[in-house]
């Protein structure tokens, strides 16, 4: 049985959604993994929450980062 769901990472905090999907291990065909599933909006706000990073971390240098 599995017990953990991966969330999504969405401005900087753990998300975990209703929709989820499996992950499977091939071997052995046993679920090891739920995953959270994304929406259209989720991802929406992901790049949204990118382009805002992206404004700070661009002034930053690449040795720094």
């Known amino acids: 049985m599995v017990s953990q769901t ?10 975990v959604t209703a929709d989820t999907f499996d992950v499977i291990n091939p071997n ?3 679920v090891i993994y739920k995953c959270s599933s ?4 989720d991802a929406a706000r992901a790049v949204d929450s ?3 990073a992206f404004k700070s ?9």
């Open 38 to 41: 994304t929406s259209v909006e």
């Open 50 to 52: 990118a382009n805002t």
């Open 57 to 65: 971390w661009a002034k930053v240098k690449p040795t720094a980062r």
């Open 28 to 30: 052995s065909g046993e």
């Open 6 to 15: 991966i969330p999504l990472l969405l401005d900087n905090k753990s998300v």
